[in-house]
């Protein structure tokens, strides 16, 4: 299912279609119920260059990433970068962690 992420997303770009914040939420929700981290931290480098803060869904997306590919380092590492950036992680941000942890 990951690979229709991908699919999907690379055809919105192919129809110069331009993400936003809700359009890169949507992606990295939808690879966070299936894994793909390499290419959710790609979508999070994007916004980044396009000048679009990850919100805190983003962050959480991406720890769930992380919890289904069983990197527990990254989501460890994610929550610390959270808080350096000034966005609180809450109760789904530390269960993803767990997750990630169980997995490992």
């Known amino acids: ?9 690379a055809m919105m770009k192919e129809e110069k279609i331009v ?11 939808a690879l966070g119920r ?5 290419l959710a931290e790609s979508i999070i480098r994007e916004m980044r260059l396009k ?3 990850p919100d805190l869904k983003c962050f959480n997306s ?12 990254l989501a460890r590492k994610t929550l610390r970068q959270m808080y350096l950036l000034g966005i609180e992680p809450n109760s789904v941000s530390y269960f993803a962690a767990i997750e990630a942890c169980r997995k490992q």
């Open 62 to 73: 991406l720890i769930f990433t992380y919890a289904c590919d069983g990197k527990w380092e």
């Open 19 to 29: 993400p936003n914040l809700i359009s890169y939420s949507t992606a990295l929700g």
């Open 1 to 9: 299912q990951k690979d229709l992420v991908q699919k999907y997303y």
């Open 34 to 38: 299936v894994g793909g981290y390499k």
């Open 51 to 53: 000048m679009i803060q």
